[in-house]
């Protein structure tokens, strides 16, 4: 089970977590859809909550909202003991996946509403909500209704709702889902920059890998309730450590074969380096993996020295582009992806045996 | 031919909606018409000439205009009460996942699957036995009966669409659970209870079997109807029936334009 | 931007205890529907529940009015009044079953038209189909009365056909009871037909088109059976207040002719009679549930009361 204390927030500082989640377990009747989680995330940190539909996340996130209630374990908010407490009891604010806008409500009640509920005077709830629309861009639209809004309005209408309450996290219950691709992306920086701005926590839930690596500055990948890795995007892109988070986090391809030292066999005798990092505990039967990109082909007898490489042929050649992408079978039966950058005019064609190398580094290894 | 065949039977269907219609309207007509009747005699079948003396006495008829008042009286009590209690079981059964659930729907459904005769004589075997007089206060409490099950589908029908996420989300903004109520549940269900309590108020002014059973001596607008038929049908009722159409539907259409203008401006 | 104090409530000390918090909270939330049920629920109870029990008790008693009456299991109360009144029954779903049809064959092309061929004016449609019944139901009926009075149009019409005898009547027979039954129920039967059918995606009729149907074949193998739903809902909400009604017997019947409907009434607060009263109450009760509850449990309670 690999750790999961988020290192970062630990550093030594006397300052209590954002957020703490303790041994946090929730049950539907027979389906056990949060498992035994802790977890501990910073003060002013993009955090995402990544995974499967399935996986927790959403139920975690709601735990810390207050929407739901753990079976066992504790919540903790900056210190202070939250579990059992109602969302209205609870420094946390949420941006619900379809923005949960109140239609009978215009652009400027929607946004006021938390004020008005801790009965803010007037005068600075005007001025508040003036800022707020200024800084999601939607100067002018405070007397607008929600029905006349378009999505990504209503989105930021949504956050405004929250942030204006000055929260001390953040919770995003995949926001950005209903939006296209072009104002997804958009948003995406849109909410990292206000992170920045703001300096609060954030907890975003998504099932998007890409738009957690864009905007996280810690990733939480769950799977069937729990946490399977935990870690910066790069970090836990190039090491996942498990097939389940190679598979997720961009394609991988996946090996199996038998270590000694830091060498491996695979079913075709061939062998393969591993980096020293990766040599630990007894040798035995091991599953390693690459990442397509890390990959290149060459003619079979070209392949360089010092290099991982595997014998296989082509069986599909796509033209994306940007890139080549290859579907190689091994000798041994086992499909790879290639991914080449389209430098130059070389391709090899199907039915052509080739040879699939990558530097040691490369290499990752997946329990 | 068959483009032929085809533009009939377009205009056949469209025709008998007409027909159809028209058919839905006749006693309509016939009932307002027979208003401005100048019939002779105590009876009110066949058409002796036109005259507006009927509208202008309209109230000098007793008994008729008490009997409307009552029948009033007892459609809004009766569908307030049902409202709000038919409301508060609608909620419960759309918000929440309760044991017990299906079999308060049947019991629910089970009202409306009794004939009328058969609820008004259980509830006036119920009052017998209890030795409680009828009148004005049973008629009332028949009607809430009969009611609930109405309501309760019309505001579940309502509820249905309602995005859960809101209460959530007004509770995230620091509002409880009474307040977000009040602030945000309420005025959403707003229309769909509205409509509740206006069901409610028509079918219990209209009802005539229930009321029949359980009124002792109370009279209420059918069942004036109900007496007179026998005796001969006073015109003054004709009178009272076309205005209570009248106005009914010029609220329903006020309602409708209302609604309209205050889409249109969103 | 600058976080202020005036912002979010602190939360309660840890003192509030975890466990206590979550517990309490929750049965808290268990409890609430059973809170929302209660008050309605006891008025069902108490006003629908027990007196039905309380007319089957009513039915096994024996007595007169005058000498009180026991609790005696006297079942021969059914069976006498089968025997005095079996052909009421008979007669009732007669009527009842006959208007229901009539209803249906009326009310499922309206309802089609409007779904249909609406268009824009489809609610103003529905209003139409509606308005009529904000007339009195007795004002209606007896103004069946005139439209079917032997010296009206109907009446002449009919007679120079050939349907009706020379000096025959539509009043005081069967069939104006029955006629009188289909206007006052027609309603009930058209609008959840609406419903289902206005359900019906349009790009359904347009693929069994393009898979070589014609408009009638469509029809047949699309539009009818996912209108099912409507049918049986408009079905049971015409056919179950129709069995029991006798208003439109009275008034457009012959006192030979009467329903059940009559007899209970007249029963019980006439000829008082109680327990023949409620033992043919609770076996047209009965007779009705045994109709409507396999209906039910093929559609499904959720879909009937929602």
């Known amino acids: ?367 | 031919m068959n483009r032929f065949l085809d533009m009939v039977r377009r205009h056949a269907i469209t025709v008998y909606m007409v027909l159809a219609l028209a058919y839905l309207f006749v006693p309509v007509v016939v009932v307002m018409l027979f208003s401005f009747n100048d019939n002779r005699g105590r009876f009110n079948f066949t058409w002796q000439g036109f005259t507006l003396k009927h509208w202008a006495n309209a109230f000098d008829v007793p008994n008729l205009f008490d009997s409307l008042v009552k029948s009033f009286q007892i459609a809004f009590l009766s569908a307030l009460v049902a409202t709000i209690l038919g409301t508060l079981i609608a909620l419960s059964l759309v918000r929440y996942r309760f044991k017990g659930r299906s079999t308060t729907n049947f019991l629910l459904f089970l009202p409306m699957a009794t004939p009328e005769v058969v609820l008004g004589s259980s509830l006036l075997a119920l009052f017998l036995t209890l030795s409680i007089p009828t009148g004005f206060a049973t008629i009332v409490v028949a009607h809430i009966l009969f009611n609930i099950s109405y309501v309760v589908v019309t505001v579940k029908a309502r509820l249905s669409g309602f995005d859960r996420h809101l209460e959530e989300a007004a509770m995230d903004l620091y509002a409880n659970e009474w307040t977000t109520f009040i602030k945000v549940t309420l005025p959403m269900i707003l229309p769909g209870v509205f409509a509740a309590f206006m069901l409610g108020f028509a079918l219990s002014f209209d009802d005539f079997i229930i009321t029949n059973f359980n009124s002792g001596g109370t009279v209420t607008f059918p069942l004036y109807i109900w007496g007179a038929a026998r005796v001969g049908v006073p015109p003054q009722v004709n009178v009272f029936g076309t205005a209570i159409f009248v106005i009914t539907v010029s609220i329903m259409l006020l309602t409708v334009a209302v609604q309209r203008r205050s889409e249109a401006r969103v | 931007m600058t976080k202020d104090a005036a912002g979010p409530p602190t939360a309660t000390p840890p003192g509030a205890g975890q466990a206590a918090g979550a517990a309490s909270s929750k049965s808290k939330r268990k409890r609430v529907p059973y809170l929302l049920l209660l008050p309605g629920g006891i008025w069902l109870i108490l006003f629908y529940v027990i007196p039905m029990i309380q007319l089957a008790g009513v039915s096994l008693q024996e007595g007169s009015f005058q000498t009180g009456y026991e609790f005696t299991w006297a079942w021969q109360n059914y069976t006498s009044a089968f025997t005095a009144f079996g052909e009421h029954f008979v007669r009732s779903i007669l009527y009842a079953g006959t208007a229901t049809l009539l209803a249906l064959l009326i009310g499922y092309p309206l309802a089609y038209a409007i779904a249909f061929r609406g268009g824009r004016y489809r609610n103003l449609l529905l209003i139409l189909v509606l308005m009529p019944f904000l007339t009195p139901f007795l004002l209606r009926t007896l103004a069946w009365k005139v439209i079917l009075a032997d010296s009206g149009w109907v009446v002449g019409v009919l007679q120079s056909i050939g349907i009706i005898a020379e000096n025959g009547r539509l009043l005081a027979t069967g069939w104006a009871v029955v006629a009188g039954i289909t206007y006052n129920f027609l309603a009930f039967m058209t609008l959840p037909i609406y419903v289902s059918l206005e359900k019906i995606d349009p790009s359904l009729i347009e693929a069994a088109q393009d898979l070589y149907s014609n408009p009638r074949t469509a029809f047949r193998k699309v539009t009818l059976p996912l209108s099912r739903a409507g049918i049986v809902a408009g079905t049971l909400l015409t056919l179950i207040p129709a069995s029991g009604d006798f208003v439109n017997a009275q008034l457009l019947g012959n006192p030979q002719q009467l329903m059940i409907g009559n007899v209970i009434d007249s029963r019980f607060l006439r000829i008082v009679d109680y327990p023949t009263a409620a033992a043919l109450s609770f076996t047209l009760m009965v007779a009705i549930l045994l109709i409507v509850i396999p209906y039910v449990r093929a559609v499904g309670t959720e879909d009937l009361v929602a």
């Open chain 1, 1 to 367: 089970m690999p750790e999961v204390r988020d290192r970062d927030a630990a550093g030594g500082s006397e300052e209590p977590l954002a957020v703490a989640l303790s041994g946090v377990t929730k049950r539907f009747g027979d389906v056990v859809a949060v498992d035994n989680i802790t977890l501990e995330i910073g003060e002013n940190r993009f955090y995402a909550l990544l995974g499967p539909s399935g996986c927790g996340k959403t139920t975690t996130l709601r735990m810390i909202g207050g929407f739901e209630d753990p079976d066992s374990g504790s919540i903790r908010l900056h210190g202070e003991d939250v579990t059992g407490l109602k969302p209205y009891q609870r420094p946390v604010n949420t941006v619900f996946q379809s923005y949960a806008l109140f239609p009978h409500l215009d652009i400027f009640e929607n946004v006021a509403f938390g004020l008005r509920r801790k009965k803010v005077p007037g005068a600075e709830v005007t001025q508040r909500v003036g800022e707020m629309l200024d800084l999601v861009q939607l100067v002018g639209m405070d007397k607008r209704k929600p029905g006349q809004l378009s999505g990504g309005q209503r989105q930021r209408v949504a956050l405004a709702r929250a942030l204006i309450n000055h929260p001390r996290v953040l919770l995003l219950d995949e926001p950005l889902g209903a939006l296209d691709l072009k104002l997804r992306k958009e948003m995406q920086i849109e909410l990292k920059r206000i992170q920045n701005e703001v300096g609060i926590t954030f907890v975003h839930v998504t099932h998007d890998q890409e738009e957690a690596m864009t905007m996280a500055d810690t990733i939480a990948v769950m799977n069937e309730g729990r946490i399977e890795r935990l870690g910066g995007p790069t970090e836990i892109y190039e090491d996942p450590r498990s097939a389940f988070v190679a598979g997720f986090l961009g394609a991988s391809n996946l090996m199996k074969g038998d270590r000694k030292g830091t060498a491996v066999t695979l079913r075709d005798s061939s062998t393969i380096a591993l980096p020293e990092g990766l040599a630990f505990g007894p040798d035995g039967p091991i599953q390693l993996g690459v990442r397509p990109e890390k990959m290149s082909l060459v003619a079979t007898e070209a392949a360089p020295v010092g290099a991982n490489s595997i014998l296989a042929s082509v069986v599909d050649v796509s033209f994306i582009g940007v890139s080549t992408h290859y579907l190689l079978r091994t000798s041994w039966g086992t499909e790879v992806v290639v991914v080449v950058q389209n430098l130059d005019d070389e391709r090899h064609a199907a039915g052509s045996s080739v040879a699939a190398t990558w530097l040691p580094q490369h290499t990752f290894v997946v329990s």
